[in-house]
């Protein structure tokens, strides 16, 4: 709809909520207000309205206004004692309108509200203002009890030193990306590293855009304490019962446990069947033979798991060739030998597991730098300063499925 034609029909803009649900307690915890255009019998969103640059912030400040007192009106005529999440372009806070902003906002405090269950939510994306004017006020507002989101994460382009700089109470995560099969692969990885800020941050994880029971699963099992997503709720004019769906999440989180301790047992069954297949070859092996000679034997003994295999001492450095799996056998790579690993993540810990454990241990699913599939890896101690590398392969992962998680 043309921006003229919304900003013609402001006394139809109404507020919906759209519920958010928590993993702990499996009800709802909050609701996000999004503004919706009433026209006869046809509901109308808002968003392509509000994330035009074309539009003046001058109208959005408007409409969003509008929206932002008529949703607080009636959460407070209803006594919600739930969070209530607000979208408020972050540009807002670095205009000349920004006083007159916090004080029509900061208004309902003397009118009852309560400021602790407040949640701001920008779009760091679309922000082109002073980073630190935005974080002065965002800070100002958090020592009144007013909680920030992020969001938008895992969409596009985000700044982490400034999300960093913001100090977010929630990083709320569109899981839109899940359903582009291109985009997939890539996408995982950029959610195990916003689960790794969001720690780091001290900040809770918030999914949006659950649309089935695997964006559910999904969203679980990478650490999300809150949900949100027409699978679990639509979005309505309405606030619904806090107990709405305790007894669906008990019975889904159990089924997520289930399946969660299948792959775990699965991976923990490989480790030790490695190891003790790994003990038994490298027993056999001639140790009369070069270290280079001495892994091509086991890498051909294992060529149904391994695809890579090479050795490095415990400082990283690298003992051996690379032996590479190809369509026509095993080949040498010698443009490796000598070079230095210590820098990979977790190398170091890894080297000091297996010397104090002296077994193997099992890496988590990445995408490999040579060829771009998911893979995991083995290291396996051969003695006191040499360690064993195995990348297995993309098709032993694809006949096990529990490992590709």
Do not use: C
């Not at 003790?276 to 033979?289: A, F, M, T, V």
């Not at 990445?366 to 998911?374: S, V, W």
């Amino acid at each position: 709809m043309d921006p003229l034609d919304v900003m013609m029909h402001v006394d139809n803009i109404k507020p919906h909520f759209q519920a958010i649900f928590s993993a702990d307690s499996h009800e709802v915890i909050g609701y996000e207000v999004l503004g919706r255009l009433e026209l006869g019998t046809e509901t109308i969103s808002l968003g392509h309205f509000f994330h035009d640059p074309n539009v003046p912030d001058d109208f959005k400040m408007e409409i969003d206004q509008q929206i932002q007192d008529l949703a607080l009106q009636r959460y407070m005529n209803e006594k919600i004692n739930v969070d209530l999440y607000l979208n408020v372009h972050a540009n807002y806070f670095t205009t000349d309108k920004e006083d007159e902003f916090l004080d029509h906002f900061l208004s309902y405090q003397e009118k009852g509200l309560d400021l602790t269950h407040i949640v701001i939510e920008i779009t760091e994306q679309e922000f082109h203002g002073d980073i630190e004017l935005l974080t002065h006020t965002l800070k100002y507002l958090k020592t009144l009890g007013v909680k920030v989101a992020i969001d938008d994460l895992g969409t596009g382009a985000s700044n982490l030193d400034r999300i960093s700089l913001i100090e977010p109470d929630i990083l709320k995560v569109d899981l839109l990306a899940l359903q582009n099969e291109s985009m997939s692969n890539a996408y995982h990885g950029v959610i195990y590293s916003l689960s790794l800020l969001a720690r780091k941050l001290g900040a809770e994880l918030l999914f949006e855009g659950i649309e089935s029971n695997y964006h559910f699963h999904y969203a679980w099992r990478n650490n999300g304490r809150y949900y949100q997503g027409d699978f679990l709720s639509s979005t309505t004019n309405q606030f619904v019962s806090k107990t709405i769906l305790r007894e669906r999440f008990r019975h889904d989180i159990q089924q997520f446990i289930q399946v969660e301790r299948s792959k775990l047992t699965a991976k923990f069954q490989l480790t030790a069947n490695l190891n003790k297949q790994l003990y038994e070859q490298w027993r056999q092996i001639r140790k009369n033979r070069s270290l280079d000679e001495q892994i091509d034997s086991l890498a051909k003994a294992m060529e149904h798991i391994f695809f890579r295999v090479y050795v490095t001492d415990e400082d990283g450095f690298q003992k051996t060739v690379n032996l590479i799996r190809t369509e026509t056998g095993w080949i040498w790579d010698e443009t490796v030998k000598g070079k230095n690993w210590s820098w990979r993540p977790y190398f170091i810990e890894n080297v000091i597991r297996m010397n104090e454990e002296r077994n193997g241990i099992l890496s988590d699913l990445y995408n490999d730098i040579e060829t771009g599939e998911r893979i995991r890896t083995f290291s396996y101690p051969i003695d006191q300063s040499l360690y064993l590398f195995l990348d297995i392969s993309p098709m032993y992962l694809d006949e096990n499925e529990d490992l590709l998680w």
